[in-house]
C-alpha cells in the first residue's frame, strides 16, 4: 500500500510570495489533516477534510492560507502572501474514515522556507 | 481543550540502558492517546496508542507505554537503548473520537550515546 504523498519536498520562496503544496492521501482514506510544524515544536492542526468538505479549520490563518480537497483525493494547501513566520515543515495525514478510526498515517512533509 | 506536556525537550541515554520519555496530558473526557516518532527529515510514524482497552500498551520497536489516570499520564519506555532509536518522539492525544483531531507535545529529541 502507498504512503502519503507530498510535493515538493523543499520550497525557499520570499516573503510576500504565494506558494502551493500538493498531498496524495492513501487510497480510501475519506479524512485527510494538513498541519504545521514550526521547528522545535509539535504539529499543529491547519485544517481537517471529510471527503471533499471541511470538517475543522478554525487554526488555519484565513487571510493567507487556503486548502481545497477536489473530488475527495488530493489536496491543495496554498498560502499567499507568505511570511517569515510561515517558514515551517507542512505535514499531509490521511485516515480511514468513523469512530473507530485509530491512527493518522502522515506523509514526509514539505519544508519550507521564506526569507 | 485538550494539551500534551511532554517533561524534557531533550533525553541522552546510553546504548543499553533504559528509555524514559515523560507525557502528560489533560482532557475532560476519557482521552485516546498516541505516541509518535520523527526520524529526520521523515513523516511521523506510529509507535503505539491507548484506546481504552489494557492500560499497558506494546507498540513497535519495542516500545510500551502505561496510562495511569491517577497521574494523568503516558511515558514511554523500552528496557534497552539502540542506536536506531535515535529521532524526535511526540505524544498526542485526541480531542475527538479516535484518531480525530490530534494535539501534540512539542516533542523529545532522544539521544543515544554508544
Known amino acids: 500500500e502507498a504512503g502519503v504523498a507530498q510535493s515538493p519536498r523543499y520550497k525557499i520562496i520570499e516573503k510576500r510570495q504565494s506558494v502551493a503544496f500538493w498531498c496524495n492521501p492513501i487510497s480510501g482514506h475519506a479524512t485527510l489533516y494538513w498541519y504545521q510544524q514550526i521547528l522545535g515544536q509539535g504539529p499543529k492542526l491547519l485544517i481537517q477534510?471529510?471527503?471533499?468538505?471541511?470538517?475543522?479549520d478554525s487554526q488555519l490563518p484565513k487571510d493567507r492560507f487556503s486548502a481545497e480537497r477536489l473530488k475527495g483525493v488530493d489536496s491543495t494547501l496554498k498560502i499567499q502572501p507568505a511570511k517569515l513566520e510561515d517558514s515551517a515543515v507542512y505535514l499531509c495525514?490521511?485516515?480511514?474514515?468513523?469512530?473507530?478510526?485509530?491512527?493518522?498515517?502522515f506523509g514526509p512533509g514539505t519544508r519550507l522556507t521564506v526569507t | 481543550a485538550q494539551s500534551v506536556t511532554q517533561l524534557g525537550s531533550h533525553v541522552s541515554v546510553s546504548e543499553g540502558a533504559l528509555v524514559l520519555l515523560r507525557c502528560n496530558y489533560s482532557s475532560s473526557v476519557p482521552p485516546y492517546l498516541f505516541w509518535y516518532v520523527q526520524y529526520p527529515n521523515q513523516g511521523l510514524q506510529l509507535l503505539l496508542k491507548?484506546?481504552?482497552?489494557?492500560?499497558l500498551v506494546k507498540g513497535i520497536n519495542g516500545f510500551e507505554a502505561e496510562f495511569k489516570k491517577s497521574e494523568t499520564s503516558f511515558h514511554l519506555t523500552k528496557p534497552s537503548a539502540h542506536m536506531s532509536d535515535a529521532a524526535e518522539y511526540f505524544c498526542?492525544?485526541?480531542?475527538?473520537?479516535?484518531?480525530?483531531?490530534?494535539?501534540f507535545g512539542q516533542g523529545t529529541r532522544l539521544t543515544i550515546n554508544p
Open positions: 498526542a492525544v485526541s480531542e475527538g473520537q479516535g484518531a480525530q483531531k490530534l494535539v
Open positions: 495525514a490521511s485516515s480511514r474514515a468513523g469512530l473507530s478510526s485509530y491512527e493518522q498515517y
Open positions: 491507548y484506546t481504552s482497552a489494557a492500560t
Open positions: 477534510f471529510q471527503n471533499n468538505g471541511v470538517v475543522d
